[in-house]
């Protein structure tokens, strides 16, 4: 795993926390909730892309 995923998907953490802490002090708790759906949803979407790789590498690995 490179390190580089790791500060992307912290960089992602702290960028929604501060967002959401925004709009909840502001009063708008229904985009502050949407905010964090949109963020876990990228960091998801990281996540599958790397697990694809993971499976692509031990496919050409075992040569299947």
Do not use: C, Y
Request: glycine content about 4%; hydrophobic content about 60%; aromatic content about 6%.
């Amino acid at each position: 795993m490179d390190v580089d995923l790791i500060f992307k998907i912290a960089a992602i953490g702290i960028l929604v926390a501060v967002l959401n802490q925004l709009l909840v002090r502001s009063g708008r708790e229904e985009q502050a909730m949407m905010t964090t759906l949109a963020g876990l949803v990228v960091v998801l979407m990281i996540m599958v892309q790397e697990i694809s790789d993971l499976f692509d590498l031990i496919k050409n690995l075992f040569h299947f």
